[in-house]
C-alpha cells in the first residue's frame, strides 16, 4: 500500500469519498486511465468536492465540465434573496421596496414545485426534503431563452430587482454559468411550464422583427477592414459589464447577421459566441443525464423540423424535452432564428454517450 494525495484531475469521486490509500498497481491502472480519456468527469457525474464546474440539484453537487458560479460563490447571483442586488443596501431590503406601496408583488420570486407531488411528498418537499428521485419524476423540460440584457449581470438586475423574476441558470458571453437557484425550485420564468422545466437565460441583446428597431450599433462592432464582429458592452453597463473572464473579447460564432422565422414573422439577430454554444452544450449533457426525463431533442414537426412557433397546448402538455421560451408563449421570440438546435443536442448526445 502507498498513501498518496492525489492531484485534483486525478481525484476520482469513488477515491474522494474512501480516502486516498491505494495500492501502487491501482494508482498505475488510474494514471494510464486517465492520461488515455482525460481527466474531466462525464457531465452529470455525482461531484463530492468543488472544481468549479458543479450545478447543484436537490442539494447534490453535479460536474458539467464547463465553468459555474454558484449562488453561494464570491461573485454569485443568489436568487434566494428578498433584498434587492443593485441598489445602496440600505435601500434594498423588502420594507424599502415595498414603501408607499410600490415595488414586486412578492418578497420571493420563486416558489416551490407542488404539481405532480402526492400529499405525502409534498409535506416532505415543503419541509426541505427535496430528493433527486422526486424531482427526477417531476422534471422534464429546459426552456432556453436569450436575456436582452447582453450580459448576466445585467439580466440579474432586471429578473431580480426589477421584474420579480428568477430562473436557474444565466449564461454570460465568456461561456460562464451562473446558477441563481436549486434546480428543486419552481422559478419563475416560463408561466405554463415553470412547475416542470429548468430555465436558462442566455446574454444576447435579442432578435427583432423588421419592422422593429434594434440596438445592434450598441453591442456590436467590426475591426477596421471591415471582417471581424465583436461585441461591444455600452459603457453605461460597467467596464466590462460584469463578465468575469479578463479582457474577455466576445464574438458572435457567425460573424453576420442571421434571419429567420419565428412565431410566423421574419426575426434578425447575431448568433451566440462559441464559449456559450460549448457550456450549454455541457449543461445540456449534464441535465440531461441527471433529469433523464428531460429528452437531449427539440420540439420537431412531422418531418423532424423545428418547430418555430408556439406548440398547441395538448402538445405542450405532453412535450419533453429542450424547448425555446417561444413554444410555450406566442408573444415570445427567444431563443431567436440563429440558435443553433442540432449543435446544442447533438453535442449533449456525444458527450452522454
Ligand atoms: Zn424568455
Avoid at 458560479?69 to 461573485?75: F, K, M
Wanted: aromatic content about 8%; hydrophobic content about 35%; charged content about 25%.
Amino acid at each position: 500500500m502507498v498513501n498518496v494525495v492525489l492531484p485534483g484531475c486525478l481525484m476520482s469521486d469513488s477515491f474522494a469519498k474512501g480516502g486516498s490509500s491505494l495500492t501502487l498497481r491501482a494508482l498505475v491502472v488510474l494514471v494510464v486511465g486517465v492520461a488515455l480519456v482525460g481527466c474531466s468527469p462525464k457531465p452529470g457525474a455525482r461531484a463530492y468536492t468543488r472544481r468549479g464546474d458543479e450545478i447543484m440539484i436537490a442539494g447534490q453537487l453535479f460536474h458539467t465540465g464547463a465553468p459555474v458560479v454558484l449562488w453561494t460563490d464570491p461573485g454569485g447571483y443568489d436568487a434566494y434573496r428578498t433584498e434587492r442586488r443593485f441598489v445602496p443596501i440600505d435601500q434594498s431590503s423588502w420594507a424599502k421596496v415595498t414603501e408607499g406601496g410600490k415595488g414586486p408583488a412578492s418578497p420571493n420570486r420563486y416558489d416551490t414545485r407542488t404539481a405532480g407531488l402526492s400529499p405525502d411528498d409534498l409535506e416532505r418537499v415543503r419541509g426541505g426534503g427535496w430528493d433527486l428521485p422526486t424531482l427526477q419524476g417531476v422534471v422534464d423540460q429546459f426552456v432556453i431563452h436569450y436575456d436582452v440584457c447582453g450580459t448576466s449581470r445585467q439580466c440579474f438586475r432586471i429578473l431580480h430587482d426589477v421584474r420579480g423574476l428568477s430562473v436557474h441558470f444565466m449564461l454570460d458571453i465568456d461561456g460562464t454559468i451562473y446558477q441563481t437557484l436549486d434546480v428543486k425550485e419552481r422559478a419563475w420564468h416560463a408561466t405554463s411550464s415553470n412547475h416542470r422545466s429548468v430555465g436558462i437565460e442566455i446574454a444576447n441583446i435579442g432578435s427583432y422583427a423588421d419592422a422593429e428597431k434594434d440596438p445592434f450599433d450598441r453591442w456590436y462592432e467590426r475591426d477596421e477592414r471591415g471582417n471581424a464582429l465583436r461585441i461591444t458592452i455600452p459603457s453605461d453597463l460597467g467596464a466590462t459589464g460584469g463578465v468575469r473572464t479578463p479582457n474577455f473579447v466576445g464574438r458572435p460564432i457567425r460573424p453576420e447577421l442571421v434571419r429567420g422565422p419565428i412565431q410566423g414573422t421574419t426575426q434578425r439577430m447575431y448568433d451566440l459566441t462559441p464559449q456559450q454554444y460549448d457550456s450549454l452544450t455541457k449543461l445540456t449533457a449534464a441535465l440531461c443525464t441527471t433529469l433523464p426525463r428531460i429528452r437531449c431533442d427539440y420540439p420537431r414537426d412531422a418531418n423532424g423540423q423545428l418547430i418555430t412557433s408556439k406548440l398547441s397546448d395538448e402538445q405542450l402538455a405532453t412535450y419533453t424535452g429542450l424547448l425555446g421560451h417561444y413554444n410555450i408563449q406566442s408573444n415570445k421570440v427567444d431563443p431567436g432564428p440563429a440558435f443553433q438546435w442540432d449543435r446544442v443536442v447533438d453535442g449533449a448526445r456525444r458527450l452522454m454517450r
